[in-house]
């Protein structure tokens, strides 16, 4: 009976150890790696020819706005072309859930000027049927996916979601109840699988947007008070565990 389910023969490895490259075949079992070395190709079920080719492990891009994109290319190219299989979306407070559908566009407006993305690919492959950032996970999971995806909480459309719309989130800081809300929401999501927090704010010195939302105006988390983001933190110790991603 074959050792391994699949050899990967004659590649030159890369693993990442910092190591010199060199030469070997790559047994996997059970979707990992078992051994690495000479295999003979009789004590595997499949045999994949990697004569001329590096072998090397999946390369991770923790800073994606591949938000969109991932609806209309689930490959993520061209990162997936060079070597990546795990893409992090959701970064600087961007994205898609939790939305409400009146602010659908405005988010993809946002992301139209900030990340370059033309509207209209958005609005076509975009059919937004979730609402909550739990749907919108499950969603993620039955889309024919290339890549691996971890997902961050973005803040901007959450505290959009639970103020009233984006043009109302930029008048007031929400109040106790608001931030409660929003601090609830945070830890619903990372029970769904989301990865951490996200937000971008104004340069302190300057007190320049680093970037504008579609009007020019700052986004709604470049004027969020210290307060704000010390209770997201708290939130994030209580659930204890997840990421800041702060740009």
Not at 6 to 27: E, M, N, W
Not at 62 to 68: E, I, S
Not at 128 to 156: C, I, K
Not at 189 to 199: D, E, F, N, Q
Request: hydrophobic share 40%; aromatic share 8%; charged share 25%.
């Amino acid at each position: 009976m074959p050792q391994f389910d699949t050899v990967i023969k004659d590649g030159t490895i890369v693993d990442g150890t910092k190591v010199p490259r060199y030469r070997a075949d790559l047994g996997i079992k059970d979707g990992k790696v078992a051994e690495i070395g000479r295999i003979n190709s009789s004590d595997a079920k499949k045999e994949i020819d990697a004569s001329g080719l590096v072998v090397a492990p999946g390369f991770i891009d923790l800073h994606t706005h591949y938000d969109a994109q991932l609806h209309w290319d689930p490959f993520c190219t061209i990162g997936s072309w060079h070597g990546v299989t795990t893409v992090t979306i959701g970064n600087c407070g961007f994205g898609f859930a939790p939305l409400r559908p009146q602010d659908v566009d405005r988010a993809m407006l946002a992301l139209s000027r900030t990340e370059a993305i033309p509207l209209e690919p958005m609005r076509v492959s975009m059919k937004v049927d979730w609402e909550t950032f739990p749907q919108y996970m499950d969603r993620l999971s039955r889309m024919p996916l290339g890549v691996n995806v971890s997902h961050l909480f973005p803040l901007a459309p959450a505290v959009a979601y639970v103020m009233g719309g984006f043009d109302n989130a930029k008048k007031r800081f929400p109040n106790q109840d608001e931030m409660a809300t929003i601090t609830g929401l945070y830890k619903e999501a990372v029970k769904a699988g989301a990865a951490g927090w996200s937000a971008q704010r104004l340069v302190p010195e300057s007190r320049v947007s680093v970037q504008r939302d579609y009007d020019g105006t700052p986004m709604i988390t470049d004027i969020l008070p210290d307060e704000f983001y010390m209770d997201m933190a708290k939130a994030m110790s209580e659930v204890g565990q997840g990421c800041i991603q702060f740009n």
